[in-house]
């Protein structure tokens, strides 16, 4: 390369600088230029001062005028421009380094919102006073809804559901109910309480409320208590048990958070065999409540005296039927269950049931809503809870029969519809489900689910695994039963395009 002389900038005037080339925008370019003129003027700014420091002893005389060179202007300012443009250069760099692309932006929002969404997913809150305990669980586990146009069928896919901490089992004597805002039932804490189980209609919350026992009966043992839950709360008859200073029977009404509205003692009761389980249900109608010990005599009980009275007797009719139960439709209305059933050790075999309306003055038969077919039969296990049960009804629906093996509606006009066919859903061997109970004997407890309808598209499925099937070598010898585990499960209708 040709060897440039600057000195020829010492003294240049301004159309000696114009006539130089135009500086390069090139960066690279730029960069060494910058780094020549910075190590010229450092070099020429050095040469000045040795050759005063050498010269500071010669003695000056007269004055003679200083020229700064111009070519001093021209490199300061190709110096600026050149910093300038580098500063600019590396900001551009680095914007387009960290510059993400608007589908990016997207994506990144998508993934924070997501992850927002998962860590709310879940969330609990307890509250703890000396009388209740109150636990909350928000859960969102359920698949997106779907807009499949294609027929629905009767098989089912299951998605679990949490439940609110703490509950580890449903009261088996209970069936779970619909309320005015989902479901309710009667389950016990880790802490052996009885609790309200509330789970929200769209199955995304439950809340559980421990039951406020009446004032002066907490250190009492109850050997049985009934539930009836309503719209709007939940009746109890409270029975103590071996205790002549307190009352023998008490009605108590409970809020749905628990809290205990009223207790009146309901000692008629006792002119009543009503010790041992119920052969139907104990439920709310209007102003009343219904209870049916095992003799079959239906108790009309007053709400706000207590006052009993025999209003039916389900054993009226001689008929072959060895075990009725009295259940109320959708519109409260009453519905009488009749069943053939053989007992052997350890189960029992229900070779018929029969459902029909029902009228309580007369204690007879009306209209047959529902017949099982003929060679029918369903092997029971009181361990499981395995059973033939009828439900209240919801909608278009009078009432739902759970027969074990399929989910029945039955319109107002007597026609049947096919809602959930258990058997092809091959629930006893979905994954999901066997995965969640953790019991080897999970065909019995599978079968043993309570079915409750949210419309004719989804439904809850509650499994309660008794101690025993969770550990069969458990028991009253090794100390004490291991505790139940209570699962739930949003069970949803497949379209036809999603069976292969």
Same mark, same amino acid.
């Given at each position: 390369?040709?060897?440039?002389?600057?000195?020829?900038?010492?003294?240049?005037?301004?159309?000696?600088?114009?006539?130089?080339?135009?500086?390069?925008?090139?960066?690279?370019?730029?960069?060494?230029?910058?780094?020549?003129?910075?190590?010229?003027?450092?070099?020429?700014?050095?040469?000045?001062?040795?050759?005063?420091?050498?010269?500071?002893?010669?003695?000056?005389?007269?004055?003679?005028?200083?020229?700064?060179?111009?070519?001093?202007?021209?490199?300061?300012?190709?110096?600026?421009?050149?910093?300038?443009?580098?500063?600019?250069?590396?900001?551009?760099?680095?914007?387009?380094?960290?510059?993400?692309?608007?589908?990016?932006?997207?994506?990144?929002?998508?993934?924070?919102?997501?992850?927002?969404?998962?860590?709310?997913?879940?969330?609990?809150?307890?509250?703890?006073?000396?009388? &209740?305990?109150?636990?909350?669980?928000?859960?969102?586990?359920?698949?997106?809804?779907?807009?499949?146009?294609?027929?629905?069928?009767?098989?089912?896919?299951?998605?679990?559901?949490?439940?609110?901490?703490?509950?580890?089992?449903?009261?088996?004597?209970?069936?779970?109910?619909?309320?005015?805002?989902?479901?309710?039932?009667?389950?016990?804490?880790?802490?052996?309480?009885?609790?309200?189980?509330?789970?929200?209609?769209?199955?995304?919350?439950?809340?559980?409320?421990?039951?406020?026992?009446?004032? #002066?009966?907490?250190?009492?043992?109850?050997?049985?208590?009934?539930?009836?839950?309503?719209?709007?709360?939940?009746?109890?008859?409270?029975?103590?048990?071996?205790?002549?200073?307190?009352?023998?029977?008490?009605?108590?009404?409970?809020? &749905?958070?628990?809290?205990?509205?009223?207790?009146?003692?309901?000692?008629?009761? &006792?002119?009543?065999?009503?010790?041992?389980?119920?052969?139907?249900?104990?439920?709310?109608? #209007?102003?009343?409540?219904?209870?049916?010990?095992?003799?079959?005599?239906?108790?009309?009980?007053?709400?706000?005296?207590?006052?009993?009275?025999?209003?039916?007797?389900?054993?009226?009719?001689?008929?072959?039927?060895?075990?009725?139960?009295?259940?109320?439709?959708?519109?409260?209305?009453?519905?009488?269950?009749?069943?053939?059933?053989?007992?052997?050790?350890?189960?029992?075999?229900?070779?018929?049931?029969?459902?029909?309306?029902?009228?309580?003055?007369?204690?007879?038969?009306? &209209?047959?809503?529902?017949?099982?077919?003929?060679?029918?039969?369903?092997?029971?296990?009181?361990?499981?809870?395995?059973?033939?049960?009828?439900?209240?009804?919801?909608?278009?629906?009078?009432?739902?029969?759970?027969?074990?093996?399929?989910?029945?509606?039955?319109?107002?006009?007597?026609?049947?519809?096919?809602?959930?066919?258990?058997?092809?859903?091959?629930?006893?061997?979905?994954?999901?489900?066997?995965?969640?109970?953790?019991?080897?004997?999970?065909?019995?407890?599978?079968?043993?689910?309570?079915?409750?309808?949210?419309?004719?598209?989804?439904?809850? #499925?509650?499994?309660?695994?008794?101690?025993?099937?969770?550990?069969?070598?458990?028991?009253?010898?090794?100390?004490?039963?291991?505790?139940?585990?209570?699962?739930?499960?949003?069970?949803?209708?497949?379209?036809?395009?999603?069976?292969?």
């Amino acid at each position: 390369m040709k060897k440039i002389d600057l000195g020829i900038l010492n003294n240049a005037d301004d159309d000696v600088i114009e006539k130089l080339p135009p500086y390069s925008s090139d960066e690279e370019t730029r960069k060494r230029v910058l780094a020549m003129s910075e190590k010229k003027f450092d070099e020429l700014m050095n040469e000045k001062k040795d050759e005063k420091n050498n010269e500071y002893s010669v003695s000056v005389s007269g004055v003679e005028k200083y020229r700064k060179p111009v070519w001093h202007r021209a490199l300061c300012t190709a110096a600026a421009v050149a910093v300038i443009a580098g500063g600019l250069g590396t900001v551009a760099l680095l914007n387009n380094k960290s510059k993400i692309p608007p589908e990016d932006i997207t994506a990144s929002e998508s993934e924070i919102e997501n992850t927002t969404t998962e860590e709310q997913d879940i969330t609990t809150t307890q509250t703890t006073t000396t009388e &209740q305990i109150t636990t909350t669980q928000t859960l969102t586990e359920t698949q997106p809804p779907t807009t499949d146009n294609t027929p629905l069928t009767n098989v089912v896919r299951c998605d679990p559901t949490k439940l609110s901490d703490g509950i580890s089992g449903i009261d088996h004597y209970q069936v779970i109910q619909r309320t005015a805002d989902g479901f309710g039932c009667i389950a016990y804490n880790e802490r052996n309480k009885l609790t309200y189980l509330h789970i929200s209609e769209d199955m995304q919350t439950s809340e559980a409320f421990v039951l406020t026992l009446p004032s #002066g009966q907490e250190q009492y043992y109850s050997s049985r208590r009934w539930f009836a839950i309503e719209e709007n709360g939940i009746w109890e008859i409270f029975k103590n048990e071996g205790h002549k200073e307190t009352e023998p029977y008490l009605l108590c009404h409970y809020a &749905q958070n628990g809290e205990l509205i009223s207790s009146i003692p309901a000692n008629e009761l &006792q002119d009543y065999p009503i010790n041992s389980i119920l052969g139907g249900d104990f439920e709310s109608v #209007g102003d009343v409540l219904y209870l049916t010990p095992y003799d079959g005599k239906v108790l009309q009980i007053d709400k706000e005296t207590a006052k009993v009275s025999i209003v039916s007797d389900l054993y009226k009719e001689d008929d072959s039927y060895n075990e009725k139960s009295l259940f109320f439709d959708r519109d409260n209305k009453p519905v009488l269950l009749r069943k053939k059933v053989d007992v052997v050790p350890d189960c029992s075999y229900i070779h018929e049931a029969v459902v029909s309306e029902f009228d309580l003055e007369s204690g007879s038969c009306g &209209q047959t809503l529902y017949t099982t077919e003929e060679n029918w039969e369903l092997k029971r296990y009181s361990i499981s809870g395995t059973d033939f049960r009828v439900l209240k009804g919801s909608g278009k629906y009078r009432l739902f029969i759970n027969t074990s093996t399929e989910l029945i509606g039955i319109r107002d006009d007597g026609e049947q519809e096919l809602l959930i066919d258990i058997d092809a859903s091959d629930l006893i061997n979905n994954n999901t489900i066997i995965d969640c109970i953790k019991t080897p004997y999970y065909a019995e407890a599978i079968k043993g689910m309570d079915i409750i309808p949210v419309d004719d598209t989804q439904f809850l #499925g509650l499994i309660n695994v008794t101690g025993w099937l969770l550990n069969p070598d458990s028991g009253p010898f090794d100390g004490e039963y291991a505790p139940n585990s209570t699962h739930a499960f949003c069970l949803t209708r497949k379209h036809e395009s999603e069976i292969g």
